[in-house]
């Protein structure tokens, strides 16, 4: 069962506008949530994180929101930048068991 | 400062044999992950460890898997009686604690292939 789902295996944005990434999840018990970026031929890099205390979290470019009514999040990426071409995962955890992360099957993003 | 790194960054080996694949966290980093990553998916977990135990290894797929870290530094993930769907990419991360909120910081990751 895929507890974190990512729809979207690729998104195509012209440089200078809005990415937007989008993530969904069905385990309620869920209360962190994360965005990892990948370059090929590196490991994952944190990219931003958000509580299910909180429905917004922003930092410089990156926002991330979260609906958990919808159990759902979105990475907004304003403006975008070749240099963000990347596979975006998206990650969860439940607070008690060790930050064990729950991956998305992640979008590729394509920034021209 | 060094991150993580993961040794070899690829292994080639035949179905049956035995591999190890090793992790070296960040200096400092009490937990340690291990996650595998087949092709057109993320990382899929398979166990952590707080210091020298193993906390959860709920991850790992059955009795071919075994991790160790005896000293709480480096890890070894040990897969015996290889098979083809063993083959994937292997992530180490390590973080300062275990604790919700302390980012993991990946390594580079091996690539198994099994013939």
């Known amino acids: 069962d895929q507890q974190v789902k990512q729809n979207s295996p690729s998104l195509s944005v012209q440089e200078g506008r809005i990415s937007i990434l989008n993530c969904d999840y069905t385990?309620?018990?869920?209360?962190?949530f994360l965005w990892y970026k990948k370059y090929p031929a590196e490991g994952p890099t944190f990219l931003i994180s958000?509580?299910?205390?909180?429905d917004k979290n922003e930092d410089g470019r990156f926002t991330v929101f979260l609906n958990k009514s919808a159990k759902h999040l979105s990475l907004h990426i304003v403006p975008s930048q070749p240099g963000d071409s990347a596979v975006y995962f998206c990650?969860?955890?439940?607070?008690?068991?060790?930050?064990?992360?729950?991956f998305g099957q992640g979008t590729e993003l394509s920034v021209k | 400062g060094a991150g993580v790194s993961q040794t070899p960054s690829n292994k080639v080996t035949e179905k049956g044999k035995y591999v190890e694949l090793r992790c070296d966290p960040i200096?400092?980093?009490?937990?340690l992950y291990w996650y595998r990553q087949s092709l057109g998916q993320g990382p899929e977990f398979l166990i952590y460890?707080?210091?020298?135990?193993?906390?959860?290894d709920s991850g790992l797929p059955n009795d071919r898997f075994f991790a160790v870290r005896p000293e709480g530094s480096v890890s070894t993930l040990k897969i015996q009686r290889t098979e083809r769907g063993d083959s994937a990419m292997y992530l180490c991360?390590?973080?300062?604690?275990?604790?919700?909120?302390?980012?993991?910081?990946f390594g580079p990751g091996t690539r198994l292939t099994v013939l």
């Open positions: 990650a969860a955890s439940v607070y008690n068991q060790g930050g064990k992360l729950i």
């Open positions: 385990n309620s018990m869920f209360d962190y």
């Open positions: 460890f707080q210091g020298t135990g193993a906390a959860d």
């Open positions: 958000i509580s299910s205390i909180k």
């Open positions: 200096s400092g980093h009490t937990a």
């Open positions: 991360a390590s973080s300062r604690t275990s604790a919700m909120g302390n980012e993991q910081f």
